[in-house]
Structures are given as structure tokens and as C-alpha cells.
């Protein structure tokens, strides 16, 4: 394995600043700044790591900043690299990969829809699974799926005697 | 409220239960209990319940589980395209009162506030025997002549249509292709 | 329409020693009114304008493209050698001579049942109506009556097509019940290959009937030509 | 040029197992554009997954996919487990292995159903199916309910395997085996479904690395890419199985490659009966009530070799009592949107049906 981290040093020192952490035997995450997103990504290709898993948004409400985390595989190794950036939570915009992973697009997309993050250079940003929707992006912190859903999709009302008096609705 | 059938409606009604179809459409995670049932060990072929394509010659639509709003919409098309004696069932919580999505942007909580449902199935997701028995509920409704959710559906159907538009802003999509 | 050509049909049918019109009863007539049903079918469908409907008629035709030409082949055959082309003398003169056609031609027979499989339309040829992929083809748009007189007319059409094969090949029956014991047989048959057959593609269908069967059928006419001669 | 015809595979239609709509721009009777428009099984998992505590997410997270909801239960698992930095008891691992094994064959028999259901050969769904719902009795027993099970716990296996249920997997695994004669004459054999799957939505190895596309689709292209040789979990390493491979690529290769696969885990079915140790099932996670868990902050990617492919979970923790963040990785997602697009414009309208139920792919896991 240690091999492996030294070719993980190599490249990563030719990228730039980075913060680098093992999490499991197999599974490193890896830290670098939007900058050099696409040279780091793109060595990491002729590295092996061929399959793009999955990429992933995360809201990071209390440092204002969106996380967007690029999970790699290597078929060869097994191993998985976890390439994370952060970007502005105002003004979301991070290079697309899809010269690298044509498949990049549909997963780009996803996140564009469920957080808001623009991918400057994919082509089709429209809607994939929400119809009509006019709210704010739905998987940012600051959406209450509750009160959308109280609001817009009336429920039963029960009459439950047994509740102690205390209780009732939830929050 | 039970209305006394005239001779030729209870003939008719026999008839209409032995005979269901049931439209092979999938609208929930329900459904996976739906092959099991319609192939050999549950057989619900012998009630006459079997599988159709299209929503022309099917006479039972089921909302097996949670319903999507997108999925609610396809359900309003297929449900109008259905002919007359068409009856609904509701399988899980979810269609009762939004079950375990209760608090999700994208399910609806309540499934007979946009479409008449004649028979509610209990179970998250029923077991094959509940969803057969349930079949042979919905057929004895129908033969007491009970099962009239789309009579009142025609009825009160700006009622129905107004909670549509509430929970979809419009029900009908105009450029279905996305383009 | 539909329904009315394919009920006209079906009083051509000789059905054991029950004729109904004794000396129209042509093989020409049948195979003509049988179109009648077909189209009325096809026009209907196809006016009822969802895609699905037209792309069924559409494979329904080219099937019965695929399956006419060998049938009509041994057809020929069949009638060269009995110098007839009238169903219940065939069937007269089967019974009289003891021979079964069944026997004397076997080749002819294997085609005739082949191509009534695709007429019936049933399961290794009947792409028309697959519900998994257009979803029950012709029939997506009916429902309630019109459903009822389609499959009326599908009823009445499986009942000719096999009272033809079985006048043809199996010499008739003297009596209503023989003839009706043979017709049970053959239909039996049809449907225990077409259980556990899946589904041709249309091109491979037509295809697969001009390559075996209509190969065989040629072989069938050559033999009754040279070797079996003109019955006296 | 003849007038192009819209025309929907959509959500309502006997071809597509599940509720997604595929678009298609079809001329004459060849597909000439093609799109998956998904959405329709939506529900929000990972917005609903960050307001419930860890425990209450286990009644939520099998209901992702439902062909075969035991892999999200040890994915979710297996990341808390890695995020906490805790191992599991021995024998826990392996009723793990048995409960993946006999989930894996119940999807692999409701894939061929629909296989032979697309191409009209309905003795198939009617045999595969009644096998199935064997495997959901054993289920039952060690479980107690038919499809959601719950029993994959963080911690190990939420009880005990009931006794004489050793006696019931074998008897199980000799029943299935002894009709794999059957089944291989029904359909292996099949002389009409080998002409029609025969070259039907080839996919060069090329193709299939660029799609991001795993499991029998990948393998059928001759690399042997499975997760439970290249990343083992569980107790994968101690059990010898090999991964079917085929060359062409085609749906032929992937059913058959799917029918040899439900061979080789009845293989591993029967070890595992074999070299199971006894000992404790579950260990706790952290202290306090079960409800009330803390998992330690950090983020880790687990994944599980599916029936359909790779499916993983990245779960992000902020130590708190909720998960800060949690993204599903469906196997369907890469074969499903890209591989439509891509793969059906040249195939025929009747094979659209047939392609879905040979790629195997499944909408919810698109749609979360």
C-alpha cells in the first residue's frame, strides 16, 4: 500500500496545496482547491483510477461554502480516492469534468439540480428528476421539506386520544 | 349508503367482478409484490384478476405505495383514460396518510384528495396474500354494488381537480418531450 | 366490418357433413372473405390513431405476407393433384379414398400447420399483439364492447383457420363430432408449442416462412407434380 | 426521409419493470434518438435521511431499491462501522455474506422473469418467480418479513440465525440447482431467444469503462470487474468463487452471464452453511440508547458489489445524531441515463424492452 501513497505524494505535490488523509486501507480523500480540479483529476485517469463513481455535493451551512467530493475507483487496485473542493456558496461555479468522464454530465446535472452548483462547460443543466419545481434547490440546509410538504400536500387529521397532554404535532 | 340495484346492475356488477383487470403499471415500491402474486404460487388468476397493458381495457388501477408528484400526474392520465366501472386501490400508509415519506418535498400525503380510492391495503408494502385478499374484498364491493369511487369522481370533479392543481400547479404537461 | 366479414367466412366452412352452401364452398372464397375480417380490423385500428396501434398492423400485415406465400403454394399443390378446389369435395373424396392428405403429403401438412400458427397468431409469431412491447398492438385503444366484438372476430377467425386446415389436411370428418375432435386436437397442438416458444422479431418471422416453409412447400409441389401425378 | 414518430416507453408500460419514461425518436421501426426522462419514483431519500437519527434511517434506507433492498442495509452498515472505526464479530460477517448471497440470487431469478417476460415467453417469469419467492420464505424465517428485512444492522446482524435453518438453505440450494436443467433447456437453449439477443446492444469494453457502467453489463465485455474479488468485504476473501465472463458483450452474454452468477453463489451458499462460526452477532456502536447514537464526524465512500453493478453509500457524519449528508450510488445510474442515450439508437422498438430487462436497470436508484 505504501507505494501507493508515494505515487499519491507525487502527484498531488505537482498539483499544488493539498490536505491528504487515509480513512480506511483502501480509501484516501484528498483535498485540493477548484483551481487545479481538472489536472489533478486528469492525472489521476492515467493513474488508474479509470471509474468515476459518483460525485457528491455536500452544504456546508455554517462556513457558507458548497463541498463538491469526486469519488474515484481503481479497478486494478481497489482502491478509492475521494477528491474533495470547496466552492463559494454564493456563487457556485466549478469546472465540468466531461472531457475526462463523459458520464460526469448526468451526475453533474444531478448535483446542479439538488444544490444549485453551475458546472460551466455541461451542456444540458435542465431539470433530470424534479418537474415544475420553484423553490430553492431542494437538498441545500436551508430547505424544511416538513413545512413544503405540510403546506402543500394536506394530510389526515387525527383525533388521537391517547396522546399525553403535552404532546401533539410534532415540530 | 347501499343502493338497491336493479336487476340488470347486480347481473351486471357479478359479471364486472369476476372478470377484473388489473393495469400493469407500476407506480410504487409496492409493486414488487405484484409478479409474485400474478405468477405461480399466488396465482390471482384464478379470481379473474390478471394483468392488462393498456388503460383502455383495465379496470382496477393500483397506487402501490408512496406516489411522486410526477407519478401522480401519470396516475390522473391513466386514471382518465380508463373506462367507466374503474375502481382504485390503495396499497401501504403511504397512501393514507403519507406513511413513512410523511415529511418528503415529493410525495403526496393523502391519495384520495385527487383521486377516488375504493380500497385501501394494509401493510408496508402487503403481502401477497393480503393484496389477493384484498382482491376479494374489492370483488364483494363490487357486487353489493359499494364500489362507486368513480361515480362520485365524475360527481365532484372540480373538487378533485382543485386539489390537483394545489398540489401540482398544473396537471396537464404541454411539452411532455422536454425539448 | 371486421366482424361482419369474418362471420361471413365462417358459413363457407364445411364443418363435418353440416354444409351450409353446398357448391360455393371454394378455398378462393374463404382465403378472400378472411382478408375482409383482417382489414376491417386494420382500418379501425389504425383510425384510432395512437402510434402503437399502427405500428401493430403494420408487423400484422408482414406476417401475413410471410405466412400466405407458402400456404398458397401447398394450396396449389393440394388442388392440382385433387383436380378440386371445393373444401368438401376435398374432404369427400379424403374420406372416400381412406387416405388422409396428412399422409400422402407430409411435408405439406408440417407447412399448412406452420403458416396456421402465424394466422392464429400464436406465440412464436404473434409479435401483432405483444403486450410487453407495444402493448396488445391493434388492440390498445379498445375497451368494453368494441373489445368484445374484436375478440369475437379473433374467435371466429381461429375457427376458420383451423376448419380449413382440418378440411385440408385431416379429410373433414363425416360427422359435426368427428370433425370437431380433429379441430380440438389441432388447436391443442398450437397451443402446446406456442407455450413455451417466445416471441419473433416481424423481419425474423418473415424471414424464418420464406426460408423453411417455403423451401418445403416447393419441395411438397414438385413431388405431387412429378410423382403422385392427376388423381384419376 | 420518413416522418419520425414519438413514441414513449413511459412510466405506464408492461416492457419497463419499475416507472421511468424512455423517450424515443423512432423512424420506421429502428430507435433513432433515445432519452430516459427518470424522476418518477422521487421521494428525497437523502433529504429525508439527514433529518432522522442513524437508528430510524434503517427503517428507511431498503427502501431505496427494491429489487434488492438488503445491499443498501450493509452499505449503510459498513460505512458507520468504517466511520467508527469498529469491527464487526466473525460470525456476523458471514450471516452478512449469506443474507447478500441469497439476495443476489432472488434478483438475478426476478431478472430472467423479466427477460422472459419481454420476449413473451411467459412459463419463465411463472418458473423463476415461484423460485424466488423460496428464497423470501427463507428470508422470512431468518428475518421475519418477505422483501424489507432490516436485519443488516451497524454493529453486525440484528439476531441470531434461527436453528434448522442450515437444513433449509441446503435443501433450498439443491432444489434450485436440480432445476438448472430445466431452466438452461428453457432459455439458454432457446433457439428463438438466442436469435433475438444474439448482437442486441452490443457494448465494447471501450464503451463500458467510459460509461462508468459495472457489474454483468462490464463482465460481459471479458473483464472480470467484481467488487467482491477486487475490494473483498465481509468475509469474501475466505470463500472461492469465480466471476463469469463472456467476450461479446451482447444480451446474450449478459443473461447468460446473470444465470451462471445465481451457479456460483448457490457455491458460496453452500460454503458459507459450511465454515460458519458460532459467537455474539452484534456489538454496539457507541454508548447510550440505540436511538441516540453518535457516530464520529468524518466521510466515507462504502460500496457492494449488486446484482446490477456497483452500489455504494457516501455518508458524511458530523458526529452528530444525524447524518450531515448522505448520496446513494445506484448501479442503474450510468447504465441507465448515459446508456440509453447512447446504446438503443440502432435497435428496434421490439428490443427496447427486451435491452431494459437484459441492462437490468432499475429507476429508483436513479431517482432516490
Known amino acids: 500500500m505504501s507505494s501507493m501513497n508515494d505515487k499519491l505524494n507525487e502527484i498531488m505535490s505537482m498539483a499544488g496545496q493539498f490536505t491528504f488523509s487515509e480513512i480506511t486501507k483502501r480509501q484516501f480523500s484528498v483535498n485540493i482547491k477548484s483551481s487545479g480540479l481538472l489536472s489533478v483529476l486528469g492525472l489521476l485517469r492515467q493513474k488508474g483510477f479509470t471509474h468515476l463513481s459518483l460525485i457528491t455535493g455536500i452544504d456546508r451551512l455554517n462556513d457558507e461554502k458548497f463541498e463538491v467530493v469526486y469519488t474515484l475507483f481503481c479497478w486494478e487496485s481497489g482502491e478509492t480516492i475521494l477528491v474533495s473542493t470547496l466552492v463559494d456558496r454564493k456563487t457556485p461555479v466549478l469546472p465540468t469534468i466531461m472531457e475526462i468522464w463523459p458520464v460526469a454530465r448526468f451526475y453533474e446535472r444531478d448535483v446542479h439540480e439538488f444544490f444549485g452548483i453551475v458546472f460551466d462547460g455541461n451542456p444540458d443543466l435542465k431539470p433530470l428528476i424534479l418537474e415544475k419545481w420553484s423553490e430553492i434547490p431542494p437538498m441545500r440546509k436551508d430547505f424544511d421539506p416538513h413545512k413544503y410538504s405540510k403546506e402543500h400536500f394536506p394530510d389526515r387529521k387525527y383525533s388521537a386520544d391517547f396522546l399525553p397532554e403535552g404532546g401533539g404535532e410534532d415540530e | 349508503m347501499n343502493n338497491e340495484q336493479t336487476a340488470w346492475e347486480r347481473v351486471a356488477n357479478m359479471l364486472r367482478a369476476r372478470s377484473l383487470w388489473m393495469l400493469y403499471y407500476c407506480t410504487g415500491c409496492g409493486a414488487i409484490e405484484l409478479p409474485p402474486t400474478m405468477t405461480a404460487r399466488f396465482d390471482m388468476e384464478r379470481f379473474g384478476i390478471g394483468p392488462m397493458a393498456t388503460p383502455r381495457q383495465a379496470d382496477i388501477l393500483l397506487v402501490t405505495g408512496y406516489l411522486s408528484t410526477k407519478t401522480l400526474r401519470r396516475v390522473i392520465y391513466s386514471y382518465e383514460q380508463m373506462q367507466a366501472p374503474k375502481y382504485i386501490v390503495g396499497f401501504g400508509s403511504c397512501t393514507i396518510n403519507g406513511g413513512i415519506y410523511y415529511d418528503s418535498y415529493a410525495t403526496i400525503n393523502r391519495l384520495d384528495l385527487y383521486v377516488p380510492v375504493d380500497l385501501y391495503l394494509a401493510g408496508c408494502m402487503p403481502r401477497p396474500e393480503a393484496i389477493v385478499n384484498g382482491f376479494k374484498n374489492l370483488m364483494d364491493k363490487i357486487d353489493r354494488g359499494e364500489a362507486t369511487g368513480w361515480k362520485d369522481y365524475e360527481a365532484n370533479y372540480e373538487w378533485y381537480r382543485k386539489n390537483q392543481i394545489d398540489a401540482l400547479g398544473e396537471v396537464y404537461i404541454h411539452d411532455e418531450f422536454h425539448e | 366490418m371486421a366482424l361482419g366479414g369474418t362471420i361471413a367466412t365462417v358459413l363457407f366452412i364445411p364443418a363435418g357433413n353440416l354444409v351450409v352452401f353446398p357448391g360455393l364452398d371454394n378455398v378462393f372464397v374463404i382465403i378472400y372473405l378472411l382478408a375482409i375480417g383482417l382489414l376491417g380490423m386494420a382500418m379501425s385500428a389504425v383510425g384510432s390513431g395512437n402510434p402503437n396501434a399502427s405500428i401493430g398492423i403494420g408487423r400484422a400485415l408482414t406476417q401475413m405476407l410471410g405466412y400466405e406465400l407458402p400456404f398458397m403454394i401447398v394450396l396449389l399443390g393440394v388442388f392440382f393433384h385433387f383436380r378440386t378446389s371445393s373444401l368438401s369435395e376435398l374432404a369427400m373424396l379424403q374420406n372416400s379414398g381412406g387416405t388422409y392428405n396428412v399422409l400422402i403429403m407430409p411435408i405439406g401438412a408440417v407447412v399448412g400447420f406452420v403458416s396456421l400458427m402465424g394466422m392464429l397468431g400464436k406465440k412464436p409469431f404473434d409479435t401483432f399483439i405483444a403486450p410487453a412491447e407495444i402493448a396488445s398492438g391493434p388492440l390498445v385503444e379498445y375497451s368494453g364492447k368494441y373489445l368484445g366484438l374484436l375478440m369475437t372476430q379473433h374467435a371466429f377467425g381461429t375457427f376458420i383457420e383451423i376448419g380449413l386446415f382440418v378440411n385440408l389436411f385431416l379429410g373433414g370428418g363425416k360427422t359435426i363430432w368427428e370433425f370437431l375432435l380433429k379441430f380440438f386436437l389441432v388447436y391443442f397442438l398450437a397451443v402446446i408449442i406456442s407455450s413455451i416458444m417466445p416471441r419473433f422479431r416481424v423481419e425474423q418471422a418473415v424471414k424464418f416462412y420464406w426460408k423453411w416453409p417455403l423451401i418445403l412447400s416447393f419441395i411438397q409441389v414438385v413431388i405431387v407434380v412429378f410423382i403422385m401425378g392427376r388423381r384419376v | ?368
Not at chain 4, 105 to 132: K, Q
Not at chain 4, 139 to 147: L, S
Not at chain 4, 177 to 185: D, K, L, T, V
Not at chain 4, 247 to 272: C, H, M, N, P, V
Open chain 4, 1 to 368: 426521409m420518413s416522418k419520425e414518430v414519438k413514441l414513449f416507453i413511459g412510466p405506464n408500460h408492461p416492457g419497463m419493470h419499475g416507472n421511468a419514461s424512455v423517450h424515443l425518436y423512432v423512424e420506421g421501426d429502428t430507435v433513432v434518438k433515445s432519452r430516459l426522462v427518470p424522476g418518477f419514483l422521487h421521494r428525497g431519500f437523502e433529504k429525508l435521511m439527514e433529518r432522522r437519527t442513524w437508528m430510524q434511517n434503517l427503517a428507511l434506507i431498503p427502501r431505496i431499491c427494491v429489487p434488492e433492498p438488503d445491499i443498501n442495509e450493509m452499505v449503510y452498515a459498513m460505512a458507520i462501522e468504517a466511520l467508527a472505526k469498529v469491527e464487526v464479530p466473525e460470525r456476523a460477517h458471514w450471516i452478512r455474506m449469506l443474507i447478500l448471497e441469497l439476495a443476489r440470487i432472488a434478483s438475478h431469478l426476478m431478472a430472467l422473469g423479466g427477460i422472459g417476460g419481454s420476449t413473451g415467453l411467459y412459463t419463465m417469469p411463472n418458473w423463476t418467480l415461484a423460485d424466488r419467492d423460496l428464497i423470501l420464505d427463507i428470508f422470512e424465517k431468518i428475518t421475519g418479513a418477505r422483501i424489507y428485512h432490516m436485519y443488516i444492522v451497524p454493529g453486525g446482524v440484528r439476531k441470531d440465525l434461527p436453528e434448522g435453518i442450515k437444513a433449509d438453505i441446503l435443501k433450498l440450494v439443491d432444489y434450485i440447482e436440480g432445476r438448472s436443467e430445466e431452466f438452461e433447456n428453457l432459455l439458454l437453449k432457446n433457439r428463438i431467444i438466442r436469435t433475438r439477443t444474439k448482437g442486441l446492444g452490443v457494448l465494447t469494453r471501450e464503451d463500458a469503462l467510459k460509461l462508468g457502467i459495472s457489474g454483468v453489463a462490464l463482465r460481459a465485455t471479458g473483464l472480470p470487474n467484481d467488487l467482491r474479488k477486487i475490494a473483498p468485504y465481509a468475509r469474501y476473501d475466505h470463500v472461492q468463487f469465480e466471476v463469469p465472463t463472456a467476450t461479446e458483450g451482447d444480451a446474450f452474454a449478459r443473461f447468460t452471464l446473470k444465470y451462471y452468477e445465481i451457479g456460483q453463489s448457490l457455491r458460496i451458499l453452500r460454503q458459507i452453511v459450511e465454515k460458519i462460526p458460532d459467537g455474539p452477532v452484534n456489538i454496539r456502536i457507541s454508548e447510550g440508547s440505540a436511538l441516540r447514537w453518535k457516530v464520529p464526524a468524518g466521510s466515507v465512500y462504502a460500496h457492494v458489489e449488486s446484482s446490477r453493478g456497483e452500489y455504494g453509500y457516501f455518508v458524511v457524519s458530523d458526529g452528530s445524531e444525524r447524518p450531515y449528508r448522505i448520496n446513494v450510488r445506484g448501479a442503474s445510474f450510468p447504465q441507465g441515463l448515459y446508456g440509453i442515450e447512447k446504446l438503443l439508437p440502432g435497435t428496434r422498438i421490439e428490443d427496447v424492452a427486451l435491452w431494459l430487462a437484459t441492462m437490468d436497470f432499475c429507476p429508483p436508484e436513479i431517482d432516490r
